[in-house]
């Protein structure tokens, strides 16, 4: 009887323990820096490069800006801010992430900078998928705390089915997808990753020029971290 009576209460922690591990986060539940400090401007810094991709941070850095102003933000001008931080020997993101950054609230009036590191961009042809992985950092100027922090991997399909059949239309299928992978618009990818990362309902908490401002702390959202598969991108 004792054995049954602890098998059930087993079974119950056990059942508590699954619900509670189920129960849904809010953005206040992930984010609870940025409800916090209530960040306003943004200043987006030169995308931090860890791929093979050479060219990879000068074409991600021009899509940063709009899903930020579009989240609620004030964004300084992109390649205002480019140009000012080469003047001022700051294009190089590595030499600050980890620093004192309260200089770039002092000196540009940002709330917080925008880090990104483009960890993985790779078009693989065989495969007939290109898949990238950025992690979106923003610092405070204030504390210099990490107030909103996501990782996201996206992977695009980008297989082309010619429609013909047999060992031929087995060959025609790879060469046409090797040549789509090819010449899938970088800048298309990068705007999708950015849309999945802190456009969609349960990404990043928005900021004091949107609608719900103060209202999508109750939000349900996602961890920190997503993979997504995308079939295709406009």
Known sequence: MKNRKSLFITAVLLATMLLA??????????????????????????????????DAKDY????????????GYYVFPPFLSMYTLQRESAYDSELFINRDVS????????????????????????????????????KSTKTN?????????IIVNTAVDTGLGGGLGLLANILATSINTAVTDYVKVARTCNYYALETETSMPVGPYHPDYASDNIKDTQSNSIRINVDSIN
Do not use: H, R
């Open 21 to 54: 591990s189920c129960a849904s986060l809010t953005k206040a539940d992930v984010y609870p820096k940025i409800y916090e400090e209530k960040p306003l401007s943004v200043l987006v810094m030169p995308p931090i490069n860890q791929s093979t991709n050479i």
């Open 60 to 71: 991600f850095y021009s899509t940063l800006a709009k899903p930020i102003c579009n989240e």
């Open 103 to 138: 200089k770039f609230g002092k000196k540009y009036g940002a709330d917080v900078l925008m880090f990104t590191i483009i960890k993985s961009w790779n078009k693989s042809g065989l495969k007939a998928d290109i898949e990238v992985e950025i992690e979106y950092i923003f």
């Open 145 to 153: 705390e990490i107030v909103f922090d996501k990782n996201a991997i």
